[in-house]
């Protein structure tokens, strides 16, 4: 599958082990972004002319194709374009505490800032925040969620808010279990899906909410999708503006009755052109795409029994954490650099959870479809290597 | 009062980018006297993933990292800026560090540590 992307023919001075952060672009998107730029550039949905045409036509094509790929139906009505899975979060926050006036969400710790700020920082206090914790694995601790909802009266509004794969621990978190457990309590849900979007198939059926960025998906910067439950249209807007209506008067307006309704203004047409293609490929490499994830996801579970390294579990998509036993994380990350191995560090916008496991910033080595198991292994010999280098200069320093 | 290239010629003149992060870490091993920072709050340099501490001590600035590379180059800023003349201290900049080749630094100190580093030093 390297070969769909150009970066690795570009750079074949690189290794790439940061795709948790970002993935590298399949060729047909670098493509598509640079013809629409030069050739298609236009509006959607009120050009009247052929070129709008064109990009209405590329704007619906590409949800249908989302439907197939994901399995949905109606996807005029489920898939809302925003600008990447922050926004998605953020809107669906408003829209639960524009449809509830108070409640309680079940968040879990494993969680990217971006899932817990839009309910810790709303400013609303009448929207009680409780931390779900961990398993002895690391994945959402099931009996504590259900314990923890059951201290809540039963009339009270419920959100449990988890992400599908913790962007630290790389846990595939038991959605079919949450999804079951928000029934029995009519609770509303979201599914924070972008470490696993572009990894494993996952039916999405059930849950209110699912938000995910297209950059980590071999695709491009600022589109993201938010997959709502229909039953969310009969809402009103959290951003209304341009595109949201069918008619507006001075004292009234006319909501559409589409998804379309959550998108305001201009959509970042350029990256949605290029959406066909890319679903296309990820429909017909769906399977080899998982395959690879869980062949690699054993590999580094095998080869990661270094003993100068803490992994902080094993892993089962997409990434793995370190904690080094000496030196920092810092020392590591620009060492790594210095071999042309870009990987990331620190508390990876986690830090709920950092600080329950470490208290300080960890390394992470994360993959994609194109990455090969020779990449794995010269990053870990390379993290070897540069603990003994650390090492002696520590011993030295002693 | 040496300019920051000159008092670290050394180091400007290594290639190999490993070889330059043992230089700059092994200058920090045997700065002295990092133990003697008080790693207190209010000589925390703000924004560095792991901390770097800064204290001025008898008229000397010092500091203490617990990243090894960090502890290094603030070492360096730490002993060039005592002995620099009072223009070169105001002039300082984390442009002055760019010479040394080693983006991953410089990238994370444009962002949060070396700058700020720099900026605590000039306040003490």
């Known amino acids: 599958m390297r070969d769909y992307f150009p970066f690795f023919k570009r750079r074949q001075d690189i290794t790439y082990l940061d795709s948790a952060a970002t993935s590298q672009t399949l060729y047909t998107v670098a493509e598509d972004l640079r013809d629409f730029m030069l050739d298609h550039k236009s509006n959607a949905h009120r050009s009247g002319n052929s070129m709008g045409t064109w990009v209405d036509q590329k704007y619906h094509l590409s949800k249908e194709l989302i439907g197939k790929w994901l399995n949905i139906n109606h996807p005029e009505k489920r898939i809302v374009y925003n600008s990447g899975t922050t926004q998605g979060l953020n809107d669906a926050t408003q829209m639960i505490m524009s449809a509830m006036p108070s409640g309680v969400v079940f968040i879990g710790i494993d969680s990217h800032h971006s899932l817990i700020l839009p309910w810790t920082q709303s400013g609303n206090d009448k929207w009680k925040v409780v931390f779900i914790e961990l398993d002895k694995d690391g994945r959402i601790d099931l009996n504590d969620l259900e314990a923890k909802m059951k201290l809540e009266p039963l009339a009270v509004s419920k959100v449990i808010a988890v992400n599908a794969v913790s962007n630290v621990l790389g846990l595939v978190n038991d959605l079919d279990a949450i999804k079951k457990i928000a029934l029995d309590t009519a609770s509303v849900t979201i599914i924070d899906a972008s470490q696993i979007i572009s990894k494993r198939q996952v039916n999405f059926s059930g849950f209110d909410f699912v938000a995910w960025s297209w950059h980590k998906v071999y695709g491009p910067m600022g589109l993201g999708c938010l997959l709502i439950d229909p039953i969310w249209l009969n809402f009103n807007p959290v951003r209304p503006g341009g595109g949201t209506v069918t008619s507006v008067s001075k004292d009234s307006v006319t909501w559409q009755t589409n998804s379309g309704k959550f998108e305001s203004g201009t959509q970042n047409l350029a990256a949605i052109s290029t959406l066909p293609k890319l679903v296309q490929w990820l429909i017909e490499h769906q399977n080899d795409i998982e395959v690879h994830d869980i062949s690699l996801a054993k590999i580094i579970n095998d080869q990661i029994s270094l003993a100068q390294f803490t992994p902080t579990s094993k892993t089962d998509s997409g990434l793995l954490c370190l904690d080094p036993a000496v030196g920092t994380v810092e020392d590591y990350t620009m060492m790594l650099d210095a071999k042309n191995i870009m990987i990331r560090s620190g508390k990876l916008c986690a830090e709920p959870l950092i600080t329950q496991i470490s208290g300080h910033g960890l390394l992470r080595l994360s993959w994609g479809c194109y990455t090969t198991k020779q990449e794995i292994e010269l990053a870990l010999d390379s993290l070897g290597e540069i603990h003994a280098r650390l090492s002696r200069h520590v011993q030295r320093a002693v | ?124």
Do not use: H
Not at chain 2, 60 to 78: D, H, K
């Open chain 2, 1 to 124: 009062m040496l300019d920051f290239q000159d008092m670290f010629s050394e180091l400007f003149e290594l290639e190999d980018q490993l070889d330059k992060y043992d230089w700059i870490i092994e200058y920090g091993a045997v700065a002295k006297p990092v133990f003697s920072v008080n790693k207190i709050d209010v000589n925390l340099v703000k924004g560095c993933t792991s901390n770097l501490w800064v204290e001025k001590i008898e008229g000397n600035i010092y500091c203490y990292g617990q990243s090894l590379i960090v502890q290094g180059i603030a070492s360096m800023i730490c002993d060039w800026y005592n002995q620099a003349s009072q223009n070169q201290q105001m002039n300082f900049s984390l442009n002055t560090l760019t010479d040394i080749g080693l983006a991953p630094l410089l990238s994370m100190g444009r962002q949060n540590g070396v700058a700020n580093l720099i900026a605590k030093i000039k306040t003490l």
